[in-house]
């Protein structure tokens, strides 16, 4: 497949970036997942990394976040401390019959100690605090296991909040979830991002999303094929390069604020829907 040519769109000093990847290059099972991967997370930007299938997109999240070894650099922080990260997985495997209410799971998540010793209330007055600052305050008596996954997007993202990270991580924040409620997520997160200061980064699917609220882009099909402010880089030629149709975008009246949506079929449908 064609790969364009990194865009020198936006050129700040490293003052200026929350995360520079620095030639990364992924291995697993004798296969090349990332190959030289260079680009970069803008301060207090929210960075979308958009691809195909298999692009390396999660890959290069748990390179990020320490979890796999890897080759090049990931440069993170101003003065070489690292920066407090939060991190919202893309999909969270436990038991549905899981006894435990949301407050409880935040809560140990919050202490220290193992729950059998109980749950200070002090920590359970935190867990509502937690819950109130992403809009969910009124899921903390639910059963974890019983929640949608919208809401349960909520209580992660309430937990990836917990420690004030500096960098916020999220691995696809909209799968599973209506367009309504990737809608009013996604402005909760800005308005968070916002008052909070954090860095987000994050994998996206959605173009419509993307367009709509990150500042920044980085295309990966294994290695960068463009990066820069989204106006520039969602460019026909570039989203065809990485995901090998022709795709483009096309502004919509029908969307609120007339925001632009991807005019690939599927996105078609789903904003339709
Ligand atoms: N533990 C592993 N061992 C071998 N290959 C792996 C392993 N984990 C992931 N891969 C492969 O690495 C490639 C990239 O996977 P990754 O999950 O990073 O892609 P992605 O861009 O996040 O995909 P998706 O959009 O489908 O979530 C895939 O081909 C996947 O099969």
Request: glycine fraction near 10%; aromatic fraction near 4%; charge should be positive.
């Amino acid at each position: 497949m064609a790969a364009t040519s990194v865009l020198p769109l936006h050129q700040p000093g490293p003052a200026d970036l929350a995360v520079r990847f620095d030639a990364v290059t992924v291995e697993r099972g004798g296969i090349s997942i990332l190959d030289q991967v260079s680009a970069s997370v803008p301060k207090g930007s929210c960075t979308a990394i958009i691809g195909p299938n298999g692009a390396g997109k999660t890959t290069l999240l748990l390179a990020l976040l320490g979890e796999i070894s890897y080759q090049g650099r990931i440069h993170m922080g101003n003065n070489g401390a690292p920066p407090r990260i939060g991190y919202v997985p893309q999909r969270l495997s436990f038991d549905r019959g899981m006894p435990l209410t949301v407050s409880e799971f935040l809560a140990m998540g919050f202490q220290k100690k193992p729950l059998w010793f109980g749950i200070a209330k002090a920590l359970h007055q935190r867990s509502r605090e937690a819950l109130e600052l992403v809009k969910a305050g009124h899921l903390a008596s639910r059963k974890i296991g019983a929640l949608s996954g919208g809401e349960l997007q909520r209580v992660l993202l309430a937990l990836a909040l917990r420690q004030e990270p500096e960098l916020l991580v999220l691995d696809e924040p909209s799968a599973g979830v209506d367009f309504r409620g990737e809608l009013i997520f996604c402005e909760l997160l800005d308005n968070l991002r916002r008052s909070q200061g954090f860095t987000q980064l994050m994998v996206s699917h959605d173009l419509a999303t993307v367009t709509h609220h990150a500042t920044h882009v980085i295309c990966l099909n294994r290695k960068v094929a463009a990066e820069g402010p989204p106006r520039l880089t969602l460019t026909g030629d570039n989203l065809t390069a990485i995901f090998g149709m022709h795709m483009g975008l096309v502004s919509s009246r029908s969307m609120p604020d007339n925001r632009a949506v991807c005019s690939a079929p599927c996105c078609q449908e789903r904003t339709n829907a």
